[in-house]
């Protein structure tokens, strides 16, 4: 069982960052595969970026690529995703996950979920 708890998020300026934890609840965090998904009012669950369990392979959809970027630190069971130049539509919440298997986290299947952090970038 992994219990996951997102913080950080806020309302942001125009052009401004914000940088998203998720703090994880096991004793296994080297095993994991994380990611972060986004879902803003009104619209589906949509993958936003991923890293695998030993921290070499990171995956980014296109719509965040070279703006946000996500990493892990083991030592403190914490994942993290910088998101630089933030535009309206990264308003959303967003949820942290984890899995096994790097492709059920890219595919928003995974095991294993946190609450979610509200991400809002003001007009």
């Known amino acids: 069982q992994v219990h996951l708890e997102e913080s950080g998020g806020g309302l942001v300026q125009p052009g401004g960052s914000l940088k998203l934890s998720c703090l994880a609840s096991?004793?296994?965090?080297?095993?994991?595969?994380f990611g972060w998904h986004r879902q803003a009012p009104g619209k589906e669950r949509e993958f936003v970026a991923a890293?695998?369990?030993?921290?070499?392979?990171?995956y980014y959809a296109d719509s965040v690529k070279g703006r946000f970027t996500i990493s892990r630190a083991n030592a403190r069971k914490t994942v993290y995703i910088q998101m630089n130049e933030l535009d309206p539509e990264d308003t959303a919440v967003y949820y942290c996950?984890?899995?096994?298997?790097?492709?059920?986290?890219?595919?928003?299947?995974?095991?294993?979920w946190g609450q979610g952090t509200q991400v809002n970038r003001s007009p």
């Open positions: 996950s984890a899995d096994s298997k790097s492709a059920y986290v890219i595919r928003g299947t995974s095991g294993f």
């Open positions: 890293i695998s369990y030993d921290g070499v392979n990171t």
């Open positions: 096991t004793s296994a965090f080297k095993s994991y595969n």
